[in-house]
């Protein structure tokens, strides 16, 4: 209600969209409701399907293969591995078939994945950023720059306090920018020695996906001379 002219004004909607307007069933004001406003309450009555969830598939680790070029763990996978083999080289009771040849071959397998896992871990992380790298160091010079800012908060009048934050909060983010540089500048050495060994072409490029990621390439829809349809396929898009 307009407070000088006491006219009443629609302000308050509902928004829905165009293709749920059959779900709503009534939209009223309740004029009866007793509360300290000038507003009126809107109730909306709606028929809501919850969508049951999706079963998504957890997706496949892959083994750190990479260990693998260390002697150390690489000879313990291999003794691991005889040892766990050795148990399973009993020879099959009766004629073998179909069935107690899958079941023999699924135990080899699961053998083999278990130890693999066990011994040299699966791949956390494909891609590499200088803030995970370097993530032990910055919780603690996070951690204490907060310590200083809530002991400004708490303290609001204290010169002593904000000047402390104010120094803290300058240094920390003198300190990431170091740390930022050193690490691209890391990075850049380990590339351009992987691009002067022409043996090692495939490092140089894994090198390169780990910092930058893979390349997604994707088309922008455009519209058609015309401006009225909107062109989505590759070849359509590549001709206008």
Known sequence: MHPRSKYWHLIDFV????????????TRAMRGANYWTDQRLIRSQLSMRVRPPSSMKQPCKRLNTNALLTEEVRGNFQCTLNHQLKELSKPLEGPPDATTLTAKWESITDTILSTAKSTLGVMRKRY??????????????????????????????????????????????????????????????????????????????????????????????????????????RDGILSR
């Open 15 to 26: 928004i829905m969209r165009r293709s749920d307007l059959r779900d709503v069933k009534i």
């Open 128 to 233: 590499q950023d200088w803030f995970d790298a370097n993530r032990k160091e910055i919780h603690v010079i996070l951690h204490e720059k907060n310590s200083a800012y809530k002991a400004h908060i708490q303290h609001p009048k204290s010169a002593a306090h904000y000047q402390r934050w104010i120094r803290i909060r300058s240094q920390v983010q003198h300190h990431l920018s170091k740390m930022r540089n050193s690490w691209w500048m890391t990075m850049a050495q380990e590339i351009q020695e992987h691009a002067n060994n022409n043996n090692n072409i495939r490092a140089f490029y894994e090198a390169l996906k780990s910092v930058f990621g893979p390349i997604r390439r994707s088309f922008c829809h455009v519209k058609d001379s015309c401006g009225t349809l909107l062109i989505k396929e």
